[in-house]
């Protein structure tokens, strides 16, 4: 799967807020990125597709990774870039 420079951007933001049980519930997270739920739903999909496992915690209304993936090599590149 490709990836644009402003959604690796998304990605690691999203795998921040979730990284961090800080989402809030779907409609919450989506207002929070400046996304509609379903754009969302895509985003979420997209970090799924990179073997993260994410679910949902309804009582505490945040997301979270059963197994959280390693985006540390990809932040650098990106650090390297906004230089």
């Known amino acids: 799967m490709d990836f644009t420079l402003q959604q690796i951007k998304h990605v690691l933001r ?49 997301y979270f990774y059963k197994n959280p993936p390693n985006f540390s090599e990809l932040k650098k590149i990106l650090a390297s870039l906004d230089d």
């Not at 929070?32 to 970090?47: K, P």
């Open 14 to 62: 999203l795998h921040d807020l979730i990284k961090r049980k800080a989402t809030g519930d779907p409609q919450a997270f989506a207002d929070r990125m400046g996304f509609s739920r379903a754009t969302l739903f895509r985003h979420l999909d997209g970090l799924r597709s990179l073997d993260a496992e994410i679910d949902y915690d309804k009582e505490r209304q945040s």
